[in-house]
């Protein structure tokens, strides 16, 4: 019997001992909420600190902001971490507004601590907080414009812009009247002939040298694109859109004469060879053709006799 009394008695003491402990952790904290200013107009921001003073650290805080407004018209703007000060005390900022008039009752913050394994609530003290309208701007009456008396330094601008308008007036009749009348010279551009153009494009491909570096294709499409545009040119048929034997087949029912249809006929054949069935002519060949393309566009370019005598008759 008195062996179970003196179980109980230590099971009893180990119990206060136990309360006794938890009590002394956490019996040195405080939190303590404090805001900028009491007051403040609408749209203000204001910032509420919080400080938890005898804490070790901060992993243990949990906290709710939502818990200390009760009107619901707060709003929150931003909060900043926890942020320590010392090594025991730890301060929280938040920023709020607010865009109604009246006062405002921030109730006790609630921070929960877990320290060794043990939790415990501990609350802030209450907060009191009075948001004003701006005060309302009383209007005057409108007063009248204050006159000043007329000085002649006044319409001395006027004066001034009157004097340099007409000396620019004066000057512009005066230069006008001595400028130089300009003789009109009319200068006619006679348009090149389809002959004068086809010989400016050959001179062009003979310097570029196609042949000679073994580019034959480039060479040959250049040659007959000329000569093609040249007989279009010259004897107003579709040269360009047609074929060997189509242009060989037109150029029957021109005046050109006969001795140049063949020499016709052998420049685009050879070329339709050396293209499409890639034949590879003798190297004296490719000058033959140049020289046959210059010879035929010499032939049959149109005669200017007429033209001439009439400019002389002038």
Known sequence: MLKGRFLKNRLWFF????????GSL?????VQASLDSTAMLIGDQV?????VKGASDTTGFQFEK???DTSAKVEWLKETAWQPLTESLFQKDLTFTVFDSGYYFFQPALLVIDKNGLRDSFYSN????AVNNPDTVR????KPIIEEPVLFSDYLPYFYGFGLTLIIALAVFYFSRRKKKVKKVEVKITPKTPHEIALEKLETLKAAKYWQRGELKMYYSELTFILREYLENRYHFPALESTTDEILRDLKKTDM???MLPVARDIFQTADLVKFAKAQPPAEKHQDVMEDTFRLVLATKVREEFSESQDLQK
């Open 15 to 22: 119990l206060c001992g136990f309360i006794l402990c938890a």
């Open 26 to 30: 956490f019996s040195q904290v405080r």
């Open 47 to 51: 910032q509420l600190h919080l400080r």
């Open 66 to 68: 939502s818990l200390i």
């Open 126 to 129: 209450e907060l009191l907080l």
């Open 139 to 142: 209007l005057e009456g409108i």
């Open 257 to 259: 004469e006969g001795e």
